[in-house]
């Protein structure tokens, strides 16, 4: 008798999900994984999954680089939030360059705030808020003026009601934190940036300015600019660039971007190149000129039109690509991983109750 031969149990071979048509294909240079995996299928190896021997072997499109679109999508249907204090004597021109800075009126000046120009007699904080969009992003921009700072015969501790307003916003921010039915978005008044206007003076730092860098510059990320620069000339602004680098140095005055918060050497280079160019030599203004045939940002005196966006005349586009295209991101996580978890820690620490 002859025994049956039962053939062995043939198994449908998984199916390869395909990748969707929106994301883009590999490269044809890129590598493939080891041969007689995936029947030929393109294969991409994902660094810390699976083995431990240098990562799992994927047969097909998961989707794990959607995430990035995900967030994108997330943010701009959120919005975002971001703060800009302006310090400063009146006269420095200080809400013309937020205004330019920022393509819009939104120093507190040009949002009828004020009636008369009165220097008041001691120093106020004037914080004013516009939603500006641009390519289907919206921020919430608030702009905190400080009027009557450094405008007093005494000056004496004028920084007082500014680091103040600081701690306020985290205080505020901390109360929302702890509450046990938070708001799913805390409202974010905390500020990022603190934008300090040097006087053109081509000498040295004022004690005023030496005593409030050094005070704020533990609670708040501080960017010194030098205002109205055109009144130098190129070997003076150098100059006094270099002085007052070297005087912050001297003080052990720290200005952001710091060098202990470069994540890596690809940071660091990067910064150590922003630190560098600091303080910026600004020129802010908010009328256009005929240059050329062209439109363009300036100041107009005797000898020509001084162009606001022009590199050979100001450095007013390094610290607006520093400011809004580069670090922006950095200095709201800044504020709050360093500056606000300092208060945060001393207050629980001082008073474990909030």
């Known amino acids: 008798m002859s025994e049956s031969i039962i053939p062995p149990e043939v198994r449908p071979k998984p199916a390869v999900p395909a990748k969707p048509p929106h994301v883009a294909a590999p490269s044809p240079t890129a590598p493939h994984g080891p041969s007689g995996l995936g029947g030929g ?165 004022r004690q005023l300015d030496i005593e409030f860098m050094k005070h704020l510059s533990r609670v708040v990320n501080i960017i010194p600019v030098i205002a109205k620069s055109d009144t130098m000339t190129p070997d003076e602004k150098n100059e006094f660039k270099h002085r007052v680098r070297k005087e912050l140095e001297t003080y052990g005055i720290e200005y952001y971007p710091q060098n202990e918060f470069d994540d890596d050497m690809e940071d660091k280079n990067e910064n150590d190149k922003i630190r560098e160019a600091m303080p910026f030599a600004v020129v802010g203004s908010d009328k256009e000129y005929q240059v050329n045939g062209k439109r363009v940002l300036g100041r107009k005196t005797a000898w020509g039109v001084v162009e606001v966006e022009n590199p050979n005349h100001c450095e007013f586009a390094l610290l607006r690509d520093f400011l809004i295209r580069s670090h922006l991101q950095d200095l709201k996580e800044v504020t709050h991983n360093i500056h606000y978890e300092t208060y945060r820690a001393r207050r629980l620490n001082d008073n474990g109750d909030v």
């Open 41 to 205: 299928v393109g294969v991409d190896r994902v660094p810390g999954l699976g083995h431990s021997g240098g990562g799992s072997t994927l047969l097909g499109y998961i989707g794990i680089d959607t995430i990035i679109e995900q967030m994108r999508k997330k943010t701009m249907k959120a919005g975002f939030d971001f703060n800009i204090m302006i310090v400063g004597h009146s006269g420095l021109g200080k809400s013309t360059l937020v205004n330019t800075l920022f393509k819009s009126q939104v120093s507190r000046w040009s949002s009828g705030w004020g009636g008369e120009h009165k220097i008041p007699k001691t120093v106020e904080i004037k914080a004013v808020s516009h939603v500006i969009e641009e390519g289907g992003v919206k921020m919430k921009l608030t702009v905190i003026d400080t009027p009557g700072f450094g405008d007093q015969i005494n000056n004496e501790n004028c920084w007082d009601p500014i680091s103040k307003y600081i701690n306020e916003q985290y205080e505020k921010f901390l109360k929302e934190e702890v509450n046990i039915a938070r708001k799913k978005r805390i409202p974010d008044t905390r500020v990022h940036c603190c934008l300090y206007f040097i006087s053109p003076t081509g000498h040295s730092l």
